[in-house]
């Protein structure tokens, strides 16, 4: 079978840079799907036949290698199931959640957190595999450059770009030279196994401005300019549908700020409604409480995602019998998917039923120093993005329950 048939150009081309000349560090970072795990998959078997034969050369019987992904999900999706589904592998895993393969002993760790520096710390490694390398906490991720002290020991690492400052950009891709670091740049239409409706798809569906430069072209840019540039003045309508099979709100806590609560409401086919927001500044928690008994006896006992910043807060809603929970309060997954329902034309306000929410999507820009918005005009849209995030990054029920709201 031609190469051709395996690969595509771009990763033909990696894998014959990869094979001519040593280095020390691979990057390759660009677009998601376009192709850049599937390659480093086959990228680290390579590297396991030669890391094997490296340590022989020390004498080494049992060479080690690291395989680092953020959680154990993305190990098994991103790595470890696609080459079970590929080659067939058995992957079996001792008390450590390691396993060996080619005869190297594989040390998986965990980067997204300090806690993965655990399962490495003063071990000599034959070589790393690094994927999703900017969600990688520096300090594992140095240790595992540190632990890679091996004869030839090489390090391969993928990742979809970040802010500019972000230190695998600064540290590292910024100063590749091509011999020891070498960095590939990937955008989607690089993978040529994806089909062009999938790719028409994918761009139509992806948040317009950073979201697009990041991931279908691959660029390491910050936002900039107003964070909900896809919401439009026709997303304001006058009544929710009768359609909504499912409401929750989301709470976050302020004094001095705003304090707000947001009750959203979504139809089978996930579009969104922003049914009603309050916001009020120098309201003491008995007003938050009050309010969210309020909107469970119009609602039912619905779900209240709420800021975990005030833990004291979250509890007074437990004791007043508020089904309320910490949100998921990851900042760029949040704004994406709130960004992606806009985009999609899934997204849409009651116009009477909000008033600072006007003031706010508009006014909510991007810090391009940070990467993050700016943290002024954000009351309303960060309960907002609690709410819709949380709901859909929970673990989905098994039975879906039908009910309607009296809406
Ligand atoms: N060499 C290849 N052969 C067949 N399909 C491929 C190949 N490379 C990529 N693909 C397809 O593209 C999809 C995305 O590839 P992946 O490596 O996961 O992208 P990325 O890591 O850049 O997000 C894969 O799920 C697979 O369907
Ligand atoms: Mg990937």
Request: hydrophobic share 35%; with cysteine.
């Amino acid at each position: 079978m031609g190469l051709n048939r395996l690969y595509h150009d771009k990763q033909i081309s990696i894998l014959k840079r990869a094979l001519r000349n040593d280095w020390y560090m691979m990057i390759n970072t660009g677009a998601v799907r376009a192709g850049k795990t599937q390659l480093d998959n086959d990228l680290f078997l390579m590297e396991l036949r030669r890391a094997k034969k490296n340590a022989a050369l020390d004498g080494v019987k049992n060479p080690m290698y690291i395989l680092g992904a953020t959680s154990a999900g993305t190990l098994q999706t991103n790595i470890l199931k696609e080459l079970t589904d590929k080659y067939g592998f058995d992957f079996k895993f001792d008390k450590h959640g390691n396993f060996t393969l080619f005869g190297v002993y594989v040390v998986t760790t965990f980067t997204g957190s300090i806690a993965g520096l655990r399962s490495i710390r003063g071990m000599t490694a034959y070589g790393a595999y690094i994927n999703e390398a900017t969600l990688a906490n520096k300090e594992v991720f140095d240790e595992i450059r540190k632990r890679c002290s091996g004869r030839g020991a090489r390090i391969i690492c993928d990742t979809n770009p970040d802010h500019p400052n972000h230190w695998l950009k600064v540290d590292y891709i910024d100063k590749a030279d091509g011999k020891s670091i070498i960095v590939n740049h990937f955008t989607v239409f690089d993978n040529t196994f994806l089909n062009q409706r999938y790719i028409d798809n994918l761009i139509a569906t992806t948040p317009s401005g950073m979201f697009t430069e990041r991931g279908i072209y691959g660029r390491w840019v910050s936002g900039e300019g107003a964070v909900y540039r896809d919401f439009k003045e026709d997303m304001f309508i006058d009544h929710p549908p009768d359609q909504i099979t499912k409401v929750f709100a989301g709470v976050d806590w302020g004094y001095e700020h705003y304090g707000s609560i947001v009750v959203c409401g979504q139809s089978a086919d996930g579009t969104t409604y922003l049914l009603e927001e309050h916001a009020e500044q120098y309201k003491e928690i008995d007003y938050w409480v009050d309010v969210a008994k309020d909107i469970k006896s119009r609602y039912g006992n619905i779900k209240f995602y709420a800021d975990s910043a005030r833990p004291e807060h979250v509890a007074r809603f437990v004791r007043e019998n508020i089904k309320c929970f910490n949100a998921n309060k990851s900042v760029l997954s949040g704004i994406e998917e709130v960004a992606k329902l806009m985009k999609n034309g899934r997204f849409f306000v009651v116009e009477s039923k909000v008033k600072k929410f006007k003031d706010e999507v508009y006014q909510y820009v991007w810090n391009e120093k940070t990467g993050e918005p700016v943290k002024t005009n954000d009351d309303v849209l960060d309960a907002l993005r609690y709410a819709i995030y949380s709901q859909l990054s929970e673990p989905k029920a098994k039975v879906k329950r039908k009910s309607t709201y009296g809406l």
